[in-house]
């Protein structure tokens, strides 16, 4: 089976870093994206990684390590309005359309 | 980018009714479309993949005759809770694939805004 690992809950603080780890356990690797979701509503398409290394998007860069199943997300100059879930997830190995999600990390933005 | 869109967003109904969740692609055509429930704390979870004129893939664990999965044209497909209980509660999320994107690598599924089902 696959197997994603995420933190549960983080707390920031208005303005700085925080990092999202993900590890995951798949039978093979077609690919990992991030997620943002806040509260009652859908998610919104944050990243895709498939190769190593790190992908930066504006304030949002998220990174993959293959040989270590491991990605992050990095959110940087943090905004209020990036208080929401975030969603590791990665597709199924087996199966091209099918996207297998995490828990899910909650972050707290402080003021 | 690409628009998907959910009705309703919000329906409280009695158990045992029934309830349509319908999805549409806005802006563009939809290969497949799949839906996805949600709840409190949870990760979304796949119950099942609809591609237009066929018959749905259910997920395992998901009753096929409960949730029903009709998927009609291009923009548009339905889920049917049949006969719904207190447990069926939660939020249901549906996403689609761009046609127009079939076979690129990124592929990335656009999410409509879910429905929010509460049954009493």
């Known amino acids: 089976g696959q197997n994603i690992d995420q933190p549960t809950e983080m707390t920031a603080t208005e303005g700085a870093i925080v990092q999202i780890n993900c590890t995951y356990q798949t039978s093979g690797f077609n690919g990992l994206f991030w997620y943002q979701q806040h509260a009652g509503e859908a998610p919104t398409f944050l990243s895709y990684?498939?190769?190593?290394g790190l992908e930066e998007k504006g304030r949002f860069s998220s990174f993959l390590s293959r040989s270590k199943g491991y990605s992050y997300l990095l959110l940087k100059e943090l905004q209020m309005k990036d208080s929401a879930s975030y969603l590791c997830?990665?597709?199924?190995?087996?199966?091209?359309?099918?996207?297998?999600f995490g828990k899910g990390t909650r972050l707290h933005i402080l003021p | 980018g690409a628009v998907v869109s959910q009705h309703p967003s919000r329906v409280i109904c009695k158990s045992g009714t029934s309830v349509k969740i319908e999805c549409r692609s806005l802006?563009?055509?939809?290969?497949?479309m799949f839906w996805y429930r949600q709840f409190p704390k949870k990760s979304l979870m796949l119950m099942a993949t609809?591609?237009?004129?066929?018959?749905?893939?259910?997920e395992q664990g998901v009753e096929k005759d409960k949730f029903l999965i009709n998927h009609a044209s291009l923009t548009l497909s339905t889920l049917t809770v049949t006969s719904a209980h207190p447990e069926d509660s939660s939020f249901y999320i549906c996403s689609a694939r761009d046609r127009a994107l079939a076979g690129e690598l990124h592929n990335e599924q656009f999410f409509g805004p879910g429905t929010r089902l509460t049954v009493l």
């Open positions: 990684n498939v190769l190593d």
């Open positions: 997830a990665v597709r199924d190995p087996n199966r091209d359309d099918k996207i297998i």
């Open positions: 802006d563009f055509q939809a290969t497949t």
């Open positions: 609809s591609n237009e004129g066929s018959k749905a893939t259910y």
